[in-house]
C-alpha cells in the first residue's frame, strides 16, 4: 500500500453531483502548487557528511520513538508537533504516522530491510515492494536497513551479513534512488567488520547508552559487567571515542549518525522484576554533554532511542528536549563547514591531571565565529583561549553572559563533563 496520497485519487473519488464537481474543478486549478507543497524531498550528502536535503545542508535531530508506554502509548499529531516544537527534524514512522510527522514539519525514515540470501529473487522482489511503497512520501528522508546486522549478544557471528546489505544496495537503489540508507550498528564489533557494511549503506551510525549504574542484573545488549559498552572508557565520554570509531568505520565523506540515551536501563526490565534503586536517567547536563561532545568529534546527526520507556513528564525527557532545542536553534550554525581558526589552550594548575581536556570544534556563520567545547575530563579544568585575534566578545549561549576579550583572549572555567557554546563577535 502505498501511503503517498496525491490530489488525482482524491479527485477521483468525488461523484459526480454539482457540489462535488465543483470541488473537483477547484482542486484541478490549485494541483500544480498541491504538488510543489507534497513532492518527495531527496536527501544526499556532501563531501564532509554533511546531510543534504534537496541540496541544502542541514544538522539532523532525531528520534525513533514517539510517545510513551504509560500515558501516551499511541502516537498522535499533537505528539509530532511537540516532537517539532523541541527542536527534531527526524522521527522513525510508517503508515499514517507518515502523514503525521509530514503535517507537523517532521522528516521520516522507515524501515526497508534486506533481502534473504537463501532466496534472493523473492526477497529482492518484496524489498522493491516496499521501498516503491514509500518512496514518493513527502516527509521521507531516509530508509533503514537492518538493526545492528554485526552484533549477536554473547555471539562473534552477525546476525545479517555483510552480503546481504552489498546485494540489496543496487535493488533499493534501483528502486528509489532519491533516498539514503540508513545503518545503525551495536557499540560492538571490529572496525575491520563493520567497513564490510559499508556497501550496503550510506549513513552509518551507532548506538550507545552510557548512563547506567553498572552492575545490573543479565540483561539483553549488557555484557558481563552489566555495562552496554566495551571500551575501556566507561565514562560518558566514551560517547565521542564512540563516534571517532564510527568515524574511522564510515571513512571521511561518509555520513556518521550517534544514537543516544533517552531511557533508564532499568526501565526496560519487567515492572514486578525492577530494581528501583538501579534506575537511573540521564540528567540534563549528561544528555547535553553526549550530544555536543557528539558534534565536536564530528557527528552529522543525532538520534534519541528509549524514550518510549521513559514515563512523562519526566526530567530526563525535558533535558533531551532542551537539548535539542538548543542544537535546533544553532541548525544553520551547524550546518557550516568546520572552521580553522588558530586557537591555543593554554590549562591552568588545579592540582589534576588532564586526560582529553576540552575538545572543541568551529563554525564560521553570517561574520561570526562559533566555537562549541566540552570538557572530556572527570575533573574540572580552567584554560585560557590565546589566539582570538580581532574577536571583542563572546556570548556564551544558554548561559546568559557574555565574556569581554582581553588581548585576543579569555580565561574559562569547566565543571567535568560541562559544555560552554561561544558566539563571537568582532563589535
Same mark, same amino acid.
Given at each position: 500500500?502505498?501511503?503517498?496520497?496525491?490530489?488525482?485519487?482524491?479527485a477521483?473519488?468525488f461523484?459526480?453531483?454539482?457540489a462535488?464537481?465543483?470541488?473537483?474543478?477547484?482542486?484541478?486549478?490549485?494541483?500544480?502548487?498541491?504538488?510543489?507543497?507534497?513532492?518527495? &524531498?531527496?536527501?544526499?550528502y $556532501? *563531501?564532509?557528511? +554533511?546531510?543534504?536535503?534537496?541540496?541544502?545542508?542541514?544538522?539532523?535531530?532525531?528520534?525513533?520513538?514517539v510517545?510513551?508506554?504509560?500515558?501516551?502509548p *499511541?502516537?498522535?499529531?499533537?505528539?509530532?508537533?511537540?516532537?517539532?516544537?523541541?527542536?527534531?527534524?527526524?522521527?522513525?514512522?510508517?503508515?499514517?504516522s507518515?502523514?503525521?510527522?509530514q503535517?507537523?514539519?517532521?522528516?521520516?525514515?522507515?524501515?526497508?530491510?534486506?533481502?534473504?540470501?537463501?532466496?534472493?529473487?523473492?526477497?529482492?522482489?518484496?524489498?522493491?515492494?516496499?521501498?516503491?511503497?514509500?518512496?514518493?512520501?513527502?516527509s521521507? @528522508?531516509?530508509?533503514?536497513?537492518? $538493526?545492528?546486522?554485526?552484533? *549477536?549478544?554473547?555471539?562473534?557471528?552477525?546476525?545479517?551479513?555483510?552480503?546481504?546489505?552489498?546485494?540489496?544496495?543496487?535493488?533499493?537503489?534501483?528502486?528509489?534512488?532519491?533516498?539514503?540508507?540508513?545503518?545503525?550498528?551495536?557499540?560492538t564489533?571490529?572496525?575491520?567488520?563493520?567497513v564490510q557494511?559499508? @556497501?550496503?549503506?550510506?549513513?552509518?551510525? /551507532? $548506538?550507545?547508552?552510557?548512563?547506567?549504574?553498572?552492575?545490573?542484573?543479565? !540483561?539483553?545488549?549488557?555484557?558481563?559487567?552489566?555495562?552496554?559498552?566495551?571500551?575501556?572508557n566507561?565514562?560518558?565520554?566514551?560517547?565521542?571515542?564512540?563516534?571517532?570509531?564510527?568515524?574511522?568505520?564510515?571513512?571521511?565523506n561518509?555520513?556518521?549518525?550517534?544514537?543516544?540515551?533517552?531511557? @533508564?536501563?532499568?526501565?526496560?526490565?519487567?515492572?514486578?522484576?525492577?530494581?528501583?534503586?538501579?534506575?537511573?536517567?540521564?540528567?540534563?547536563?549528561?544528555?547535553?554533554?553526549?550530544?555536543? !561532545?557528539?558534534?565536536?568529534?564530528?557527528?552529522?546527526?543525532? &538520534?534519541?532511542w528509549?524514550?518510549?520507556?521513559?514515563?512523562?513528564?519526566?526530567?530526563?525527557?525535558?533535558?533531551?528536549?532542551?537539548?535539542?532545542?538548543?542544537?535546533?536553534?544553532?541548525?544553520e550554525?551547524?550546518? !557550516?563547514?568546520?572552521?580553522?581558526?588558530?586557537?591555543?589552550?593554554?590549562?591552568?594548575?588545579?592540582?589534576?591531571?588532564? $586526560?582529553?581536556? /576540552?575538545?572543541?570544534? @568551529?563554525?564560521?556563520?553570517?561574520g561570526?565565529?562559533?566555537?562549541?567545547?566540552?570538557?572530556?575530563?572527570?575533573?574540572?579544568?580552567?584554560?585560557?583561549?590565546?589566539?582570538?585575534?580581532?574577536?571583542?566578545?563572546?556570548?556564551?549561549?544558554?548561559?546568559?553572559r +557574555?565574556?569581554?576579550?582581553?588581548?585576543s583572549?579569555?580565561?574559562?572555567?569547566?565543571?567535568?563533563?560541562s559544555?560552554?557554546?561561544?558566539?563571537?563577535?568582532?563589535?
Amino acid at each position: 500500500m502505498s501511503y503517498y496520497r496525491s490530489s488525482n485519487s482524491q479527485a477521483l473519488s468525488f461523484s459526480r453531483s454539482r457540489a462535488r464537481n465543483r470541488t473537483f474543478a477547484f482542486l484541478l486549478l490549485i494541483a500544480p502548487f498541491l504538488s510543489i507543497c507534497t513532492q518527495a &524531498v531527496t536527501t544526499a550528502y $556532501d *563531501t564532509d557528511g +554533511t546531510i543534504t536535503v534537496d541540496g541544502k545542508r542541514t544538522f539532523i535531530t532525531g528520534t525513533y520513538m514517539v510517545g510513551n508506554k504509560y500515558n501516551a502509548p *499511541t502516537p498522535t499529531p499533537a505528539l509530532y508537533k511537540e516532537l517539532a516544537d523541541a527542536g527534531f527534524n527526524l522521527v522513525q514512522a510508517s503508515g499514517e504516522s507518515m502523514d503525521h510527522a509530514q503535517a507537523a514539519g517532521l522528516m521520516t525514515w522507515t524501515g526497508a530491510g534486506v533481502i534473504d540470501l537463501k532466496d534472493p529473487e523473492t526477497s529482492g522482489k518484496q524489498l522493491a515492494e516496499r521501498v516503491s511503497a514509500v518512496k514518493d512520501h513527502p516527509s521521507l @528522508a531516509f530508509l533503514e536497513t537492518s $538493526d545492528e546486522p554485526a552484533w *549477536t549478544w554473547m555471539k562473534a557471528e552477525p546476525r545479517l551479513t555483510a552480503d546481504a546489505f552489498a546485494k540489496s544496495y543496487p535493488i533499493v537503489k534501483a528502486t528509489d534512488p532519491n533516498h539514503l540508507l540508513y545503518t545503525n550498528h551495536a557499540p560492538t564489533n571490529l572496525i575491520s567488520t563493520l567497513v564490510q557494511y559499508n @556497501a550496503g549503506t550510506d549513513i552509518v551510525a /551507532v $548506538d550507545i547508552y552510557p548512563v547506567n549504574p553498572g552492575n545490573l542484573k543479565p !540483561q539483553y545488549a549488557l555484557f558481563e559487567d552489566g555495562l552496554q559498552g566495551d571500551l575501556n572508557n566507561t565514562h560518558i565520554s566514551q560517547v565521542g571515542e564512540y563516534c571517532d570509531k564510527m568515524r574511522k568505520v564510515a571513512g571521511p565523506n561518509r555520513p556518521v549518525f550517534m544514537v543516544l540515551q533517552a531511557f @533508564a536501563w532499568e526501565m526496560l526490565t519487567d515492572e514486578k522484576e525492577r530494581d528501583t534503586t538501579k534506575v537511573l536517567y540521564p540528567t540534563f547536563e549528561q544528555s547535553r554533554y553526549m550530544a555536543w !561532545q557528539s558534534i565536536v568529534h564530528g557527528a552529522n546527526g543525532i &538520534v534519541y532511542w528509549g524514550s518510549f520507556y521513559t514515563p512523562q513528564p519526566s526530567d530526563c525527557w525535558t533535558g533531551i528536549t532542551r537539548t535539542t532545542r538548543e542544537i535546533s536553534d544553532l541548525r544553520e550554525v551547524l550546518a !557550516q563547514r568546520n572552521a580553522t581558526p588558530k586557537i591555543e589552550f593554554v590549562y591552568h594548575e588545579l592540582g589534576r591531571s588532564v $586526560d582529553k581536556g /576540552v575538545e572543541w570544534i @568551529a563554525k564560521e556563520h553570517e561574520g561570526k565565529l562559533y566555537l562549541f567545547t566540552c570538557n572530556s575530563d572527570k575533573s574540572p579544568c580552567r584554560v585560557t583561549l590565546k589566539g582570538l585575534d580581532g574577536w571583542k566578545a563572546a556570548k556564551v549561549i544558554s548561559e546568559d553572559r +557574555t565574556i569581554a576579550l582581553a588581548e585576543s583572549s579569555m580565561t574559562e572555567d569547566w565543571a567535568p563533563f560541562s559544555v560552554h557554546l561561544y558566539e563571537f563577535a568582532r563589535d
